[in-house]
């Protein structure tokens, strides 16, 4: 599993494909726009024609991650048809992600931290790539559970992925995806066997 997106040549993918890079080793505020113009070997005023501003150029680089990531993560798990099994892919998605060489932590959870105001445009964008991943999480679940039970479990695993994540981050271990599925399970079956419960109760 890659979070590597094959994108349009040209200075502005350069700029955003170098603040990538820069944003996710060393951070968003440790960066500064000069850095990146001398990384990616293009002039300011270029820069400046694109984006005005590095705020700006920080959306363009988390939208970006967002579809490279949510790509990935969707074709992973349709490479799996059983309910559970399919759930279970998002864990091991990410347990990839988290042995690759170049992993540096969730560039949303980072830039949220970054930002911490919540009605600036970047923490927004940070919350909404969570919420996105909490629905693909719910559309999961819905196939095992009723529409309110998925989006409260959905929550709940989003909350495991994201332990996972900075888990990963901190100590470079990448078991953490998994140990994080194992809790996972847990909770799934435990709301199994209550919908049982109370399906016989019914009776």
């Known amino acids: 599993m ?22 996710a080793k060393e951070g968003y505020h440790a960066v500064g726009v000069d850095r990146i113009i001398m990384e990616s070997g293009v002039a300011k005023m270029t820069l400046y024609n694109h984006f005005a501003s590095k705020s700006e150029l920080v959306l ?45 932590g969730c560039m949303f959870i980072n830039a949220a931290s970054e930002f911490p105001d919540h009605g600036d445009a970047i923490h927004r964008a940070s919350a909404a790539q969570k919420q996105h991943v909490t629905a693909l ?39 953490s995806a998994m140990m994080a599925w194992d809790i996972a399970r847990q909770l799934i079956a435990v709301q199994q066997s209550t919908a049982l419960t109370a399906q016989a109760a019914s009776f």
């Open 137 to 175: 999480l719910g559309e999961l679940l819905a196939d095992l559970f009723e529409l309110e039970v998925a989006a409260r479990l959905a929550a709940q695993l989003l909350i495991l992925v994201d332990g996972a994540t900075v888990t990963a981050q901190i100590s470079g271990c990448p078991d």
């Open 2 to 23: 890659s979070l590597t997106q094959k994108t349009p040549s040209g200075k502005r993918q350069r700029l955003i494909d170098t603040a990538t890079e820069l944003f």
């Open 60 to 104: 363009a680089v988390l939208k970006q991650r967002e579809e490279s990531a949510a790509e990935s993560l969707r074709a992973y798990v349709n490479q799996y048809e059983q309910p559970l099994e399919r759930i279970r892919a998002v864990f091991l998605w990410h347990e990839a992600w988290f042995r690759e060489a170049t992993f540096c």
